[in-house]
């Protein structure tokens, strides 16, 4: 891979990232839990499942997840480049 598709793929991530923070953070409404609300974000090429396990464990204890799905599983300019 080269510099430039690292950088972009990590601006692009970040400014997901950044952009579904306040949208979760206002989706919970009024919240009467003390427990903090755990923001899960997947990964390049994968997707909210896979963090499956880790919701169900943290769950079980009480918290609140969110896992968002990014959609971003491939960049437009890359698309059919090997």
Do not use: C, E
């Amino acid at each position: 891979m080269n510099v430039y598709f690292k950088l972009s793929s990590l601006v692009v991530t970040i400014a997901l990232f950044m952009l579904a923070i306040p949208l979760i953070a206002f989706a919970g409404g009024n919240q009467s839990s003390d427990q903090p609300t755990i923001v899960l974000v997947h990964g390049a090429w994968a997707g909210p499942s896979s963090w499956d396990g880790v919701v169900r464990r943290l769950n079980d204890a009480g918290f609140r997840t969110v896992t968002p799905a990014l959609g971003l599983t491939s960049l437009p300019w890359r698309r059919g480049h090997r």
